[in-house]
């Protein structure tokens, strides 16, 4: 079947301005994760969903960064007066269950902020 | 807190040879599991591997093989006849039993070339 899917898959935008990143998760998982990839963290956790709730949002980096899940599928990642150190690549993944599950993963989107 | 260490920032081998990834961990828990993801220039991150700590025999997957040390807290993958294929950014990642949420927490990756 289809896997994650992510849009755009690169971005690039203006410092200050807003961004939306899409995720579709493979259909039927409950679970949705959210990562950030950049030369300098790596890989990061930022946040996860367990159905449309996110029980921990300490992940994300500032208060800049909101998500959110509808109908228990896609999920947008918001992240709004872009900063230069936002530029990575957002990763998004889901599994069947939370927790314990194998998570697949996305192609990610590409944000660069000028 | 858990932490994940991969020491080899890069590694090259001969197409049909062997190679073998290095990983260690840090963690009080003693139950959890551990993957290998593998991630090329696409950016789609693959999963090769998954291994549960409460299971002693190492996890295989046709060319690919953990040698799992619980006790020393390394996670190694072996990569047995290389193809050019193979070719990407490996990171190995750990994943709490009582986790936090299903947090997957990597490594700073190896990138991987195999040459012809």
């Known amino acids: 079947g289809a896997g994650v899917s992510q849009s755009p898959s690169n971005k690039v935008t203006e410092k200050g301005k807003d961004v939306e990143l899409r995720c579709d998760p493979i259909?039927?998982?409950?679970?949705l994760y959210w990562y950030r990839q950049s030369l300098g963290q790596g890989l990061e956790f930022l946040i996860y969903?367990?159905?449309?709730?996110?029980?921990?949002k300490s992940g994300l980096p500032s208060d800049r960064f909101s998500a959110e899940r509808t109908g228990g599928s896609v999920s947008t990642l918001t992240i709004q007066r872009t900063q230069q150190e936002d530029s990575a690549v957002y990763l998004c993944?889901?599994?069947?269950?939370?927790?314990?599950?194998?998570?697949?993963f996305g192609p990610g989107t590409r944000l660069l902020v000028l | 807190a858990q932490t994940v260490t991969q020491s080899q920032p890069e590694m090259s081998v001969q197409e049909a040879e062997t190679v073998t990834l290095s990983c260690t961990y840090d963690?009080?828990?003693?139950?959890?599991?551990l993957f290998w993801y593998k991630q090329p220039p696409s950016r789609q991150m693959i999963l090769v591997i998954r291994?549960?700590?409460?299971?002693?025999q190492n996890a295989t997957e046709n060319r690919f093989s953990v040698n799992f040390q619980k006790a020393a807290k390394s996670f190694s993958l072996k990569i047995s006849d290389s193809q050019l294929g193979d070719t990407a950014m490996y990171f190995c990642?750990?994943?709490?039993?009582?986790?936090?949420?299903?947090?997957?927490?990597f490594g700073q990756g190896t990138e991987l070339s195999v040459k012809p």
């Open positions: 291994q549960e700590a409460y299971k002693q």
């Open positions: 259909s039927g998982h409950t679970a």
């Open positions: 963690t009080s828990e003693n139950n959890y599991y």
């Open positions: 990642a750990f994943m709490g039993y009582y986790n936090q949420g299903g947090k997957l927490i």
């Open positions: 969903f367990q159905g449309n709730s996110a029980p921990d």
């Open positions: 993944a889901s599994s069947l269950v939370q927790g314990r599950e194998t998570q697949y």
